[in-house]
């Protein structure tokens, strides 16, 4: 890939994306349910709110099945946003929005008060449940009524200890295997991030800010369905399941 100021940003996207898919070998399968569920729910041209959107993931995916939605994207990580800008610039269509989730002021920098969608995968782990909680309730007041959002995330039962760990160290060995052939993990993808001229200098502000990862919870499926019916939503329950992972739906 690039490491001049002719980033190829495509390639990077591209990246991310595989480095993802070493994790999560049905990251596609999760994103094909969510757009289906918007269409059924919202439609083809909705205003989607793409939450913690790293490097603009649900919205390629989104634009490349709806051409007519339009998608605003908040992260505050410096390297990925610069990696989503630099994918989607010059197509107004999509906006992006540098916010600290955390912050109970993020929403006042969102250009829109209502959104027909809130999109969300595989980022809000990094939350402790207390401000997971306080963010579903703002989450909440922006969708419009009769709209949607939807959080697919690692959802672990800690009812089931065995089956956890059997399906743990089979996924790993699968990891394993895939990382022998050449795979890139997520160390891995920071380190060629940091050597990039451009990426460089936002990766670097991007590790002041999270350390090595962020740390947060997984609560249950059941936890994040009572916290959204809590929050105000009228209907939620789990669209998608994987033996570790969840994508849940919350109508308004």
Known sequence: MTTTTGTDWHAWQESWDRQQEWYMPDREERFRVMLDMVEALVGTAPRVLD????????????????PEATSVGVDLDPALLAVAEGTFGGD??????????????????LPYDTFDAV?????LHWLFTEPLAALYGQVAELVRDGGVFMNADH??????PRINAAERAHRHAHMDQ???????????????AAQD??????TARRFELYGEHADGDTPSVE???????????????PVWRSPSDALVLALK
């Open 92 to 109: 107004d269509r999509v906006t992006f929005v540098t916010a600290d989730l955390k912050d109970p002021a993020w929403v006042r920098r």
């Open 51 to 66: 939450l913690a959107c790293g490097t603009g993931s649900i919205t390629a995916r989104l634009l490349a099945r709806f």
């Open 119 to 123: 999109l969300t995968a595989t980022a």
């Open 223 to 237: 936890w994040h369905t009572r916290t959204l019916r809590d929050s105000g939503f009228a209907e939620v329950r």
């Open 197 to 202: 001229s451009v990426l460089a200098e936002p």
């Open 178 to 192: 895939a990382k022998a052939n050449g795979a890139v993990d997520w160390a891995e993808w920071w380190q060629l």
């Open 155 to 160: 959802m672990i039962d800690e009812r089931t």
